[in-house]
């Protein structure tokens, strides 16, 4: 089958091969038909060493699509049911999900160093244990979620990763309270949803960050009040908070260096919110007096910091109230030509969905 294989971490330019064969399906697993998969700034990490993955490996962990065969033991998925793909399955157990907590379950991860495929020169790993950017994927039942027949496919991956994440990020982690004040940091598909989900709360003032002035434009049309580049939150704080800082401040950006910024940003008392992922060897430097003396709560948000299954079926039916806009996710394109040309050679059958989430 085809899909797009990064050969070694750092490079940018991604291979579409036709001869990847999806490796380890039997008792416990399912093989699924990827009909739509989305580009999250997580595989950008990965692709540059941000995150850690083995190489090579196909990118991509936002997916759907449908079951072609089950393995033995699987007893709630028949071929032909519609699936989304959770990259970070629970396993119902664990102290994190008998707490309620199962975007914390570590389950899922055991499957990270184990080959997903294989190619005659060897094995290929994919991405978050998924690695949607290919035609076909086995994964175990967990990670193979049904979705309702009226949930388009390229909606259903967005709820995958990107919206559960920056959504969940605003009503389940911060709470965001209504009438409250809210900067998002990084207006990617992730900020995105992060401010989406601060509109849903009632916030009234809802501030979008980000270098990218297509990106600003974008935050507007999904529910933020105001639009600025980095240089102008300064001058934001001042005039909608009067330079105390802002009730809520989500950092989707994932570094040490704008996750100072946002710290700063936030009010005496406020709640900072880490969504973005960043890497092993980037601190971020606080000093002990600040830390007592702003009181300010330092939350950060995995998954969307909430029941992933129950996330999932929150979003769906507030697509369908019309109360988020998946849709507009869609329609827009991220400025990467060498990855975007791999992704237009995989078109054919899988519905690549490439869009503002960078």
Known sequence: MRAAVLHETGQ???????????VGFGPGKVRIRV???????????????????????????????????????????KQGDRVLMCWLPSCGECPSCLRGQTQLCLAGFMNAGVPNFKRSGGDVFGFA??????????????????IPDDVPFDIAALIGCGVTTGLGAAVNTADVEAGSSVAVIGCGGVGISAIQGARLKGAAQIVAVDPVESRREAALRFGATEAVAPDALDDAK?????????????????????????YDTTRRG???????????????????????FDEKRILPSMYGGGDVLGSYRRSIALWRAG?????????HRVQLPEINEALDQMRTGVALRTCIEV
């Open 12 to 22: 940018e330019k991604l291979e579409v091969v036709d001869d990847l064969e999806a």
């Open 35 to 77: 009909r739509a998969t989305g580009l999250c700034h997580s595989d950008l990490s990965a692709m540059n060493g941000v995150l850690p993955q083995p190489a090579p490996f196909v990118p991509g962990h936002e997916g759907a699509g449908e079951i072609l065969d089950v393995g033995d033991g699987v007893t709630s998925l």
């Open 129 to 146: 244990g998924t690695g949607t950017f290919a035609e076909e994927v086995v994964v175990d039942a967990a990670c193979a979620v049904p």
């Open 238 to 262: 001042q005039r909608i908070t009067a330079g105390e800082g802002f009730d809520y401040v989500f950092e989707v950006v994932g570094k040490s260096a704008t996750a100072r910024v946002a």
């Open 270 to 292: 406020g709640t900072l919110c880490i969504v973005g992922a960043g890497a092993l060897d980037d601190f971020l430097q606080l000093n002990m007096f600040e830390l007592f």
């Open 323 to 331: 109360r988020i806009d998946l849709a507009g996710l869609i329609t």
